[in-house]
């Protein structure tokens, strides 16, 4: 397992500006009952009748109800009263009580503005900048914004922050945002002391200093702001303007995470399942993994995955694992890349797929990932997924090698002749070998009397040849392998193939008709489970288990040879196949594994 990876630390800067904001109560005086209220507003008097609706629509001293807040608004909003212009226009620009109307909306906010009304500018700016109801235009947001403003309004003074910080409609200005940021945030503006929290967090157009990043942290988060609340439980975490204190980063991630906060939810979930300052516990690590996942966060994701292959805090389960794994490496992260193509490869969670293996490992490989480029190295080295090719083979090993990759060192130096023992064999021991075995498949499957493509300039076309040359491979390469051992799994493989001569001889065209096809369906047989390919490929790296490894796929290889798969009534090879899986998977450690 590749360490866990921290990532997305710090929201998405411009993220941190929410471009809607609630209605400011401009009536501070509408403090009168129901009582004092309904016959005043029932003779018609305007600022009864707005007051009557904002307190229905506050429901605070009686029950909420928007149909009458709406009602009274309305008839408040029809003799000019700007504060109901406004408040009507904002129930129909966030849907609130009513269908969401942007036109109405920005009718009743161009009434309310024009009357000089704080709250009508603000949102007759926030409708252009958003594009709501008219085409957008920073310019004249800006214009309303700043109207707004020049009445103390900490709304327009904060977006005014966000044009400048995004640059939207003029160059962008840090220290403009920082400006109009300051001014919101001393009127208790959340969203403005957040960001200009990121700013002393950052050192952005200002000195960082921690201190007063977490002072501005601290006033958003006790407001509810849920990106503010991660920033302090980062700031505890990290020790940044404070002790370190990961009872207090824990507490505030929490807050942050029950409030949806992707961010908070990856980090909660690392400090328990990496016990940081709490006993690790994956059960309680895996929820909040699966909640940022599904969120998108790639890291998340990738952490889950890690969760389910190797069955922390759940069952095992290798097609989520790999579900999510693919899921962070479609959105670039190397180490997912990596473990995805190796899955492939090894056929775990999903179907073997070569092809599939050597495209991931593409990926992570030209990112710099040091296991794709060793991984890559060796699909090369022995064509998997892609033509033989050792001139890429070295390529890729000495990036590898490059990283201080100790397996591709080795095999680099070995390639080049520099001596070294092998971590994955020299393809050209084997290619002889494995073409034969291919070679044989391919006959006896399609009827053909000479050998692949890759042989019949050399041996002619004599199918019996093709047993003679793997017999060759094991004389001449018995004394040359690292480890006395692999020359006699050469044998038993080798041994393996002349028993199915009779089945090479049918497919030259001699032997009966009666037995060809029973030997050609065992042959066929062995061929499609590609034992050959699925252990011998994968104990190729360490010399240690080559040998078992290679002897149970010959055992494997060789239930498919002495029985006849396409009678039901043959069970026997079953339990033969059953068994020698079971010890090749045993013997597998040195295939490409998910770090």
Not at 126 to 153: I, R
Not at 413 to 419: I, P, S
Request: glycine share 10%; aromatic share 12%.
């Amino acid at each position: 397992m590749h360490q866990t990876r921290v990532a997305a630390l710090f929201c998405i800067f411009a993220a941190c500006g929410i471009l809607t904001a609630a209605a400011q109560d401009p009536a501070d005086a509408c403090n009168l009952s129901l009582a004092d209220l309904q016959p005043r507003a029932s003779t018609g008097e305007p600022a009864a009748q707005y007051c009557l609706g904002l307190l229905y629509a506050k429901g605070t001293t009686i029950p909420r109800d928007l149909n009458q807040a709406i009602l009274w608004y309305r008839k408040a909003a029809e003799q000019g009263n700007a504060e109901a212009q406004d408040s009507l226009g904002s129930l129909y620009f966030y849907g609130t009580g009513i269908p969401k109307d942007p036109a109405a909306a920005v009718f009743w906010f161009q009434k309310a503005a024009a009357q000089a009304n704080s709250g009508g500018q603000f949102h007759l700016g926030l409708s252009y900048q958003n594009g709501s109801g008219v085409p957008q235009d920073y310019a004249q947001a800006m214009s309303w914004y700043q109207q707004s403003a020049a009445q103390g309004d900490a709304r327009s003074q904060y977006q005014i922050g966000v044009l400048y910080q995004n640059g939207w409609g003029m160059p962008r200005d840090d220290a403009q945002a920082i400006s109009w940021y300051q001014k919101a945030a001393a009127q208790g503006r959340a969203q403005a002391q957040n960001n200009l929290g990121t700013y002393y967090l950052e050192g952005t157009s200002v000195a960082r200093d921690y201190g007063q990043a977490l002072y501005w942290f601290q006033k958003a988060a006790a407001q509810g702001n849920s990106t503010a609340q991660f920033y302090v439980g980062l700031m505890y975490e990290r020790g940044w303007g404070t002790a370190q204190d990961w009872a207090q980063a824990r507490y505030w991630y929490q807050k942050s995470a029950a409030l949806g906060q992707p961010s908070a939810q990856l980090n909660l979930a690392l400090i328990y399942g990496e016990g940081r300052g709490v006993a690790q516990d994956y059960t309680q690590a895996l929820p909040w993994y699966q909640k940022a996942a599904a969120q998108g966060v790639a890291d998340a994701q990738f952490n889950l995955a890690v969760m389910y292959s190797k069955g922390w805090g759940t069952d095992q389960d290798k097609v989520q694992a790999f579900h999510w794994y693919k899921k962070a490496a479609a959105q670039g992260l190397r180490d997912a890349q990596n473990n995805v193509g190796t899955m492939y490869l090894n056929g775990e969670g999903t179907t073997q797929d070569f092809a599939q293996a050597f495209y991931w490992y593409q990926k992570a490989a030209a990112q710099g990932d040091v296991a794709a480029q060793f991984n890559l190295g060796l699909m090369y080295y022995h064509g998997l997924g892609t033509a033989q090719d050792d001139n890429q083979a070295l390529y890729w090993y000495r990036k590898a090698a490059a990283q201080g990759d100790a397996d591709a060192q080795n095999n680099l130096a070995v390639l080049e002749g520099n001596g070294g023992q092998e971590a994955v064999p020299k393809q050209s021991k084997w290619a002889s070998f494995f073409g034969a075995l291919n070679t044989v498949a391919t006959v006896a499957n399609n009827g053909m009397t000479a050998g692949s493509s890759l042989y019949s300039a050399e041996h002619g076309g004599g199918v019996n040849a093709l047993v003679n040359t793997v017999q060759n491979v094991n004389a001449g390469y018995n004394g040359a392998m690292n480890s006395g051992d692999n020359g006699d799994t050469l044998a038993t493989l080798a041994d393996t193939l002349q028993k199915t001569q009779s089945t090479i001889n049918l497919a030259s065209g001699s032997g009966s008709s009666s037995g060809g096809s029973s030997s050609m369906a065992a042959a066929n047989a062995c061929s499609t489970s590609q034992p050959y390919m699925m252990y011998l490929g994968q104990c190729r790296s360490n010399h240690s288990s080559q040998a078992p490894c290679y002897q149970a796929a010959a055992a494997l290889c060789q239930c498919y040879v002495n029985a006849d798969p396409s009678n039901p009534s043959v069970t026997s090879w079953q339990a033969c196949v059953t068994n020698n899986t079971a010890s090749a998977n045993s013997l597998r450690s040195s295939a490409p594994t998910i770090q």
